[in-house]
């Protein structure tokens, strides 16, 4: 599945985040999501809040999976942890995220957070998903 078309099956499968970010590129175990910072991501002190990193972390790593299974939307989190590494600006933010183990039942990855202007990524979360068993 090319970003079209997964944008497409998102904004079907799960209308909350439709139009909150941009499938920017997908390759070969790997996908780049873009989140465009608004108000809404905004915490206190004008930084990007926690939970719109997780967010994106979650959504480019959902993504990168669905581009190699397809269409699988009960393709489901089963573990996520994530470490905040830098304080975000309120401008938005790019996620790669790249899959390091293609199971039959899950999926291990790892997602990296990064901005413009920032020396280092701003976040790191490392992912595991489940593939729902094909009948």
């Known amino acids: 599945m090319g970003p079209e078309e997964l944008t497409e099956f998102l904004d079907d499968v799960f209308?909350?985040?439709k139009g909150q970010m941009l499938i920017e590129a997908v390759g070969p175990m790997s996908a780049r999501l873009r989140m465009?910072?608004?108000e809404q991501h905004l915490r206190p002190g004008g930084t990007v809040s926690g939970p719109s990193m997780f967010t994106l972390a979650d959504c480019a790593f959902y993504v990168a999976i669905l581009a190699q299974i397809g269409r699988e939307a009960l393709t489901v989190t089963t573990s996520a942890t994530i470490n905040f590494l830098r304080k975000p600006a309120a401008a938005d933010l790019v996620c790669e995220a790249r899959i390091l183990k293609l199971g039959r039942a899950l999926?291990?990855?790892?997602a990296t957070i990064l901005q413009e202007g920032q020396s280092g990524p701003v976040a790191h979360a490392t992912m595991t998903y489940s593939?729902?068993?094909?009948?």
């Open 15 to 17: 209308p909350q985040i």
């Open 131 to 135: 593939i729902p068993p094909r009948r």
């Open 107 to 110: 999926v291990v990855g790892d």
């Open 36 to 38: 465009p910072v608004g």
